[in-house]
T-cell receptor, first 110, second 115 residues
């Protein structure tokens, strides 16, 4: 099975940087995804890591350490529209199924 | 491309009623999924399909049934609605191609209340 932990809520200031952590224990690993979900809307894909290291995409970056079972999502130059839930999801080995964490609700304040 | 579409957007059911949640994708994706999302509980996989005619149970399949007669459509059936099935239901699809991210694309969701 898979167990995924991420903080329930975070608050950060507009223009700042925030790091959302995700730790996981899995019986097999074939990639980690981050999704963004605004209130009342569907999740949308942000990033994918399968090898150790940092993936950068504009203001968003995602890091993975497979040996530590750890990932983080880094959001720079925060904007009010970044207020949303951020979902960490792990794909098991030999599978296309995802196991999702409970999500981190990020509030960006002026 | 409409992506993944779901109908209805909202529905209120009485205990014991049945209904079908519709899901259609126009991206020619092989893989399709049904999730439910309860407040503070994250997304839980109900059923998934790797192609037309092939379906399998996810983490929380009890009380639900699915079928996949075409690549495009993946309806979810509730036979005897119970209050525990009050939730937001998301359908998703992914292409399943080797070497690709295979990220899942989600529909807008169906908000179901069982009273």
């Amino acid at each position: 099975g898979q167990n995924i932990d991420q903080p329930t809520e975070m608050t950060a200031t507009e223009g700042a940087i925030v790091q959302i952590n995700c730790t996981y224990q899995t019986s097999g690993f074939n990639g980690l995804f981050w999704y963004q979900q605004h209130a009342g809307e569907a999740p949308t894909f942000l990033s994918y890591n399968v090898l150790d290291g940092l993936e950068e995409k504009g203001r968003f970056s995602s890091f993975l350490s497979r040996s530590k079972g750890y990932s983080y999502l880094l959001l720079k130059e925060l904007q009010m529209k970044d207020s949303a839930s951020y979902l960490c999801a792990v794909r098991g080995a030999g599978s296309y199924q995802l196991t999702f964490g409970k999500g981190t609700k990020l509030s960006v304040i002026p | 491309n409409a992506g993944v579409t779901q109908t209805p957007k909202f529905r209120i059911l009485k205990i014991g009623q049945s209904m079908t949640l519709q899901c259609t994708q126009d991206m020619n994706h092989n893989y399709m999924y049904w999730y439910r999302q309860d407040p503070g509980m994250g997304l839980k996989l109900i059923y998934y399909s790797v192609g037309a005619g092939i379906t399998d149970k996810g983490e929380v399949p009890n009380g639900y049934n699915v079928s996949r007669s075409t690549t495009e459509d993946f309806p979810l059936r509730l036979e005897l609605a119970a209050p525990s099935q009050t939730s937001v239901y998301f359908c998703a699809s992914s292409d399943g191609l080797a070497g690709a991210y295979n990220e899942q694309f989600f529909g807008p969701g169906t908000r179901l209340t069982v009273l």
